[in-house]
């Protein structure tokens, strides 16, 4: 049953561990990523969020086969991400992609089909395709050392998308870019997902993760703190509710004392803090019953920097 | 075929587009100045000066071009973080080794064909026609050409360009040298069994002396590409060893660089 699941997730990554060694003699280790595990599922946007050094592109890169865990293990459509075959449906963009500046984005890409093995015609429709609908056609044929680090990304991305793969892995494809790039990398990724792909990409812009991902796992220190939907994981730990009410002012005060309710003063009336949830409808119809006005109901939601914020420092007090 | 084809076509270009072919100005140059200063003062010798020194210039320049070009093959990839953007797709490592070996043995090959070209035309502008020892001599310079970019792969695969090219020259100089050294350890070693450990030893280096027979005593014969010459048979054993010799230093590159973290 299992073996059913991982053949059909996208990505499985199970307890992924990987250390390296620095110094002159290699004495130190830095444990990058401790027992890391999460999958994805078919066609969902899935965010890897952490701060740097979290262990994130160490991550993307044991999936992607550039380096090797020391435990644990990774399977790409139910193989290990060891093995070419597992990246043959795959489509990575690293983080500040480096090319080879003698060449053109049209030759690199001819390059990039090649190595998939695509039909010439096949290939060469595509190049000109993705070229136009990432805005770097009119530059296709000139080197790419002449191009802007936004040019440079919409290549990056080529590249990714040249076998017109079903799952695409971008390490930070963000950062760096103006906010005009940043939105049309995010429709790009958006567009991706309503045709059927998968993709994961690691980030630290918190807005544009909310924005388009389905499902976000914060990672820090080497393992994933927190893992869910935006909804869930900003409706985690719900502290309350805030009520905003108008009406007599004794009545309130004394409807609030009785329910056991905080009361502050507010601009319009009063704002009565819910400590849960569970009582809500209760004390809405006592506040009704008492001819009190309801202004506005608002839950007490965390953000997502709240969250990233709080389980950073934890694994950071951890260590 | 298609991964691999790729790769290769891809280094030969980088090759081809830095500046390489540059080179070939500065042989057309030195071949100029020695069909026309050099066979001048020879003594009536102009064709075998003419010969011997093209055929050593483009000995020289084979390798000169195979360990600048090979030092960093691997190396740079690696440092400017290109080697992300093929090693994530479906090729394998030793694939890629290859393809990069087979690239620039294709560049230097490039390189050497149009020099050979121009040694032929200074020959004929000279009067001094075409030899057909010529041939055989650029042949086995190929081959020698593909051993020494099999060894810069292997070292490139886990060193620093200067490391690799300190190491690559210290094998031709010893490989080139073969037959002098055995000799010296004949002559300071008189126990059989510390001579033919220390045979052994220098069996591990590529025989390049094979390669350069040109005015050596040769199997108890005076070899030279104005005279006699070694024969069909002997460009062909030499062309198995290379390929085999290459091939072995390939697949030891293959093992290191199998499981390498590209970090």
Not at chain 1, 57 to 83: E, N, Q
Not at chain 2, 62 to 89: C, N, P, Q
Request: glycine share 8%; aromatic share 10%.
């Amino acid at each position: 049953m299992k073996r059913d699941t991982d053949r059909e997730s996208p990505l499985v990554i199970t307890d992924l561990k990987k250390a390296f060694r620095t110094g002159f003699f290699k004495t130190r280790k830095i444990n990058a990523v401790q027992g890391l595990s999460f999958s994805l599922e078919k066609g969902e946007i899935f965010g890897l969020l952490g701060p740097n050094g979290a262990g994130k592109t160490t991550t993307l890169k044991m999936v992607t086969g550039l380096i090797f865990p020391d435990a644990g293990s990774v399977s790409v459509f139910g193989k290990p991400a060891s093995t070419v075959s597992s990246r043959r449906k795959m489509g990575f963009l690293p983080e500040n992609p480096w090319f080879y500046d003698y060449l053109t984005a049209r030759e690199f890409l001819t390059m990039a089909a090649g190595i998939f093995s695509i039909d010439r015609k096949v290939a060469k429709e595509r190049i000109e395709t993705l070229l136009n609908q990432l805005g770097i056609a009119h530059a296709a044929d000139l080197p790419m050392r002449k191009y802007s680090k936004g040019m440079l990304q919409r290549a990056g991305l080529a590249q990714a998308l040249i076998n017109d793969p079903d799952l695409v892995i971008m390490d930070e494809p963000l950062s760096g870019l103006d906010p005009i790039g940043r939105r049309e990398l995010r429709e790009i990724i958006l567009a991706l997902k309503k045709r059927g792909k998968t993709v994961l990409f690691s980030s630290h812009i918190l807005s544009d993760v909310e924005e388009i991902c389905d499902r976000v796992a914060i990672v820090a220190r080497g393992k994933v703190r927190e893992i869910g939907t935006i909804d869930s994981l900003l409706n985690m730990g719900i502290s309350g509710a805030e009520l905003e009410v108008k009406g007599d002012e004794e009545a309130i005060l004394t409807l609030a004392g009785e329910l056991g309710l905080s009361t502050t003063r507010s601009m319009t009336g009063y704002r009565v803090g819910l400590p849960s949830n569970t009582r809500i409808q209760e004390i809405l119809g006592r506040f009704m019953e008492a001819g009190i006005q309801i202004l506005e109901l608002k839950r007490h939601r965390h953000s997502l920097e709240s969250i990233f914020v709080e389980r950073s420092e934890k694994a950071q007090e951890e260590a | 075929m298609g991964p691999l084809l790729a790769i290769a076509s891809n280094t030969y270009r980088e090759a081809i587009r830095n500046k390489v072919l540059y080179s070939i100005v500065l042989f057309a140059l030195l071949i100029i100045l020695v069909g026309n200063f050099l066979a001048d003062i020879s003594l009536h010798n102009d064709k075998r000066v003419l010969f011997d020194v093209g055929i050593g210039l483009l000995s020289t320049f084979g390798l000169i071009l195979s360990v600048f070009t090979g030092t960093s093959l691997i190396y740079k990839e690696i440092d400017r973080k290109t080697i992300y953007l093929i090693l994530t797709k479906p090729v394998g490592r030793a694939q890629f080794l290859f393809g990069k070996m087979l690239g620039l043995v294709g560049s230097v090959y490039l390189v050497l064909a149009l020099m050979f070209v121009l040694l032929v035309a200074q020959s004929a502008i000279m009067g001094s026609g075409f030899h057909p020892n010529l041939f055989k001599a650029v042949l086995l310079i190929f081959f020698e050409v593909i051993i020494i970019i099999s060894i810069t792969t292997l070292f490139s695969s886990f060193s620093t360009p200067f490391i690799t090219g300190m190491l690559t020259f210290g094998i031709i100089v010893i490989g080139r040298l073969l037959p002098d050294l055995k000799q010296i350890i004949i002559v300071k070693y008189q126990a059989d069994s510390m001579r033919e450990l220390a045979d052994r030893l220098l069996q591990v280096f590529p025989q390049l002396y094979l390669f350069v027979p040109n005015g050596h005593d040769f199997n108890g014969q005076y070899v030279s590409i104005t005279a006699e010459f070694v024969t069909w048979g002997y460009i062909g054993w030499t062309a198995l060893y290379a390929i085999m010799y290459s091939a072995i230093i390939l697949l030891i590159a293959a093992m290191v660089f199998r499981r390498r973290d590209l970090t």
